[in-house]
């Protein structure tokens, strides 16, 4: 990872770690249990990619956020901690998520970021009951920006529980669930990962650009196709990962998918097809992004980090 983007991505993650911090509930009192379980699935380690998605599409408006940014081409008519917050409730649906996937009605999975999952560390109830609340002080937490138009404030709202849901992420889990052990054709993978994974990235980019209160119809045009291109991009490299990386490198047992009989870009389209289908996906996303300036580099670095990272 280059250096400047490592810087980049720390400050993004430190941005929305402070946030997390500061509205997740202590692990204390009668609840305790839950509560440290909440808190262990947000902080175990993720690489935060959603929060700098959100923070990075910010950017590409405004200017507010970037590492390298300097103070002329820095909009502080901005309200940023509206943008921590969008990129807080992205994250704490995230988490949700993986709690729920990871539990033995679903996935059954025992291992996530090289940790022991919710369920195992606790307990089936516990995980489930922390997934909940998590999802809940998601849209909590979008109820307290400020300084936008209450028609952007509902938008927001509804952006996350329909790429979050029925028209996104929860749709996308049960067609992958029903296609256990089923042959996918490339269409109808393509229809399952767009929901699956590539909904809350899209979810991520657009909000982020919307809590700015500043972004054209344009732009969120370009950053739709931008996030739609690289949202499928990253379920590739994804299933590259899963053939060419180790359980210890993944923090989640390798193999998995193909072990429980789920069709992957890989086994469709084999290792070399799969990788130059994720470069042209990468190279349409940056296309996206033309119409931006140099504010949008944290957007071009993260797409570029999507496509290469080993792990």
Do not use: W
Request: aromatic residues 6%; negative net charge; hydrophobic residues 45%.
């Amino acid at each position: 990872m280059p250096a400047h983007l490592k810087d980049l991505l720390a400050e993004y993650s430190l941005e929305v770690d402070n946030q997390l911090e500061l509205i997740l509930p202590q692990a204390n009192g009668p609840a305790e249990t839950l509560f440290a379980a909440m808190r262990y699935s947000v902080f175990n380690g993720g690489k935060r990619l959603r929060p700098a998605l959100c923070f990075a599409a910010a950017d590409a408006i405004s200017g507010c956020y970037a590492y390298n940014a300097n103070e002329a081409n820095k909009a502080n008519t901005v309200n940023t901690a509206n943008i921590a917050k969008v990129a807080a409730a992205v994250e704490m649906v995230h988490a949700y998520s993986l709690i729920h996937d990871d539990l033995p009605a679903m996935d059954d999975d025992d291992l996530r970021r090289g940790q022991p999952t919710c369920h195992i560390k606790f307990d089936e109830a516990t995980a489930i009951l922390a997934g909940d609340a998590l999802q809940s002080l998601a849209f909590e937490q979008l109820t307290q920006l400020s300084d936008l138009p209450a028609a952007t404030v509902v938008e927001l709202v509804a952006m996350l529980a329909r790429y979050g849901g029925c028209s996104g992420m929860v749709t996308g889990q049960a067609i992958d669930l029903a296609a256990t052990g089923e042959a996918l054709n490339l269409d109808q993978l393509k229809t399952m990962h767009n929901h699956k994974t590539g909904a809350l990235i899209e979810a991520a980019v657009l909000m982020g650009a919307m809590a700015t209160g500043a972004a054209s119809q344009q732009q969120l045009d370009a950053l739709k196709s931008f996030a739609q291109n690289i949202g499928l991009a990253f379920q590739i490299q994804d299933d590259i990962l899963d053939v060419e990386s180790s359980t210890e490198q993944l923090g989640k047992q390798q193999g998995s998918d193909v072990a429980n009989g789920k069709s992957t870009y890989t086994s469709i389209l084999g290792l070399e097809q799969a990788r130059s289908q994720a470069a042209e996906l990468y190279q349409h996303s940056i296309t996206s992004l033309a119409i931006f300036d140099e504010r949008a580099e944290p957007l071009r670095q993260l797409a570029s980090f999507i496509v290469k990272r080993a792990y």
